[in-house]
């Protein structure tokens, strides 16, 4: 992947200049106020897609949408999901075990999407540190799809602009909704408790707490984007082989960012 790194630092080094002038409260020179981040915990992550489907309706009736969808019924459908959940299978059959890694931005600290965008359209916010995109600057270009090395960044192919997670930005601040209900719609609709949002920052928030406690990990961290989010390790239970703990703690875990 060396030639990507080298490819995503000519462009940050030609596009740096301008996404740090444009758009509003472009790429902070000190940390956020406060870091608004999801904490997933794989331990009890059952892969329904509660998630997906609350974030497609959300942001698709809100600020960030529409999130269209082309030729959905016929040959090569694209679609526009803020987030998505990968299943793998770990072991040998009969011993095996499935582990569903639910995906979307990072909310990063060092986010490689901002200073490649070369209008300045993507930007992170100082007082939470969401990570948004401004449609009216954005022209499509997908630079920071490349620079994403989590894939999370979406296309819309009908408004021709990149798109992605706000953390439910128009609902966490919304005076009108009941307190309880200021949350991204993920984690209001996951039925297991899954997903923890909060100040990743504020040391005793439920979602600081859950990551000293448990050993939340980044995604991928050798790239260097210090992701917001972080992941709470599955458990391997009693009633799990050796084989399938052995396979699942040396192949799964480094694919999606565990300590090694």
Request: aromatic content about 8%.
């Amino acid at each position: 992947m060396q030639w990507l790194r080298d490819l995503l630092g000519q462009i940050g080094g030609a596009g740096r200049s301008a996404g740090q002038r444009a758009g509003p409260d472009a790429t902070p020179a000190k940390p956020p106020a406060r870091q608004l981040a999801l904490v997933i915990d794989l331990n009890v992550c059952v892969g329904c897609h509660a998630c997906v489907t609350s974030c497609k309706q959300w942001n698709t009736s809100g600020s960030a949408g529409p999130l269209t969808d082309e030729r959905p019924y016929a040959a090569n459908p694209t679609g526009t999901f803020f987030n998505r959940v990968q299943t793998y299978e770990a072991g040998a059959f009969p011993h095996t075990e499935t582990i569903h890694l639910p995906k979307s931005c990072l909310h990063c600290a060092d986010p490689p999407c901002v200073p490649v965008c070369p209008t300045g359209a993507s930007y992170k916010r100082q007082q939470d540190g969401i990570v948004l995109v401004d449609y009216d600057k954005c022209i499509g270009c997908k630079y920071c799809a490349w620079a994403c090395p989590y894939g999370a960044r979406e296309f819309d192919e009908q408004r021709q602009v990149m798109t992605k997670c706000t953390l439910c930005v128009d609902r966490i601040y919304d005076q009108q909704l009941p307190e309880q209900e200021r949350k991204p719609a993920c984690v209001q609709a996951c039925p297991t408790g899954a997903r923890i949002f909060g100040d990743v920052q504020d040391p005793d928030s439920e979602s600081s707490r859950a990551i000293l406690e448990r050993g939340g990990y980044p995604l991928m961290p050798e790239w260097a984007t210090r992701p917001a989010n972080r992941y709470l390790p599955r458990r391997i239970t009693p009633s799990t082989t050796s084989s399938v703990a052995s396979f699942t703690n040396s192949s799964i875990a480094p694919s999606i960012g565990a300590p090694e």
